[in-house]
C-alpha cells in the first residue's frame, strides 16, 4: 500500500474514525458533566447554570479528544485509553493547564 493511502486511513479525520472518535468525545462529555455535578454540589455553580454547563462540555469535549488523539499516536490500550479520556474530561481546563506547564518545562 501507498503511504499516501496508509496515512489517509490513519488519519484521525477518517471516516473508519469517526465512531471511536465519537464514543470517546461523548466518554469525555461525561467526564464533563460529572465535573459539572461535583461543581454544584459542593456550592461552586449553579445547577441551572447553562452557559456554564455548555462551557464545561465543550471544554471537556475538546480535552478528551486530544487525549484520545494522543493515546492512538502512542498505541496505548484502548481500555487505558478510554479511562485516560475520562479522567481527562473531568479535569477540563485543568488538563489543559498541566499540558501547558509540561510543554513549557520541556522548551526551556
Known amino acids: 500500500m501507498k503511504e499516501a493511502a496508509k496515512a489517509a486511513i490513519s488519519s484521525p479525520f477518517s471516516p473508519q474514525n469517526l465512531v471511536p472518535t465519537l464514543w470517546m468525545v461523548a466518554i469525555a462529555v461525561l467526564g464533563g458533566i460529572a465535573n459539572f455535578y461535583q461543581k454544584v454540589k459542593m456550592g461552586k455553580a ?16 475538546f480535552v478528551g479528544l486530544v487525549t484520545y488523539w494522543l493515546c492512538k499516536g502512542y498505541g496505548v490500550n484502548e481500555w487505558i485509553t478510554a479511562a485516560a479520556v475520562g479522567v481527562t474530561g473531568h479535569m477540563g481546563s485543568r488538563a489543559i493547564f498541566l499540558a501547558e506547564q509540561w510543554i513549557e518545562s520541556r522548551v526551556k
Do not use: H, Q, T, Y
Not at 449553579?46 to 469535549?61: I, K, T, Y
Open 46 to 61: 449553579r445547577a441551572f447554570n447553562v452557559m456554564e454547563l455548555v462551557g464545561e462540555v465543550l471544554v471537556s469535549a
